[in-house]
């Protein structure tokens, strides 16, 4: 479960991302981790959107 809600995640993040053609990826890439059920199942998702494996913090 997220601390906070998918928009206000998504918006926040978007301040971070100075490079303009990558805010859709980053984008996408939350959409698909926020939605997963589970951390396992984030990790399994991120990993096969990347091609590889994913790291995470924590």
């Known amino acids: 479960m997220l601390g906070r809600c998918p928009f ?3 918006q926040n993040t978007q ?3 100075i490079v303009k ?5 980053v984008a996408s890439d939350i959409m698909v981790i926020s939605n997963a059920d589970d951390r396992a199942a984030a990790r399994v998702r991120s990993s096969l959107r990347e091609g590889g494996e994913a790291e ?3």
Do not use: I, R
Not at 21 to 25: A, E, V
């Open 8 to 10: 206000h995640l998504q």
């Open 15 to 17: 301040e971070y991302v």
């Open 21 to 25: 053609h990558l805010k859709s990826k």
């Open 56 to 58: 995470f913090a924590g």
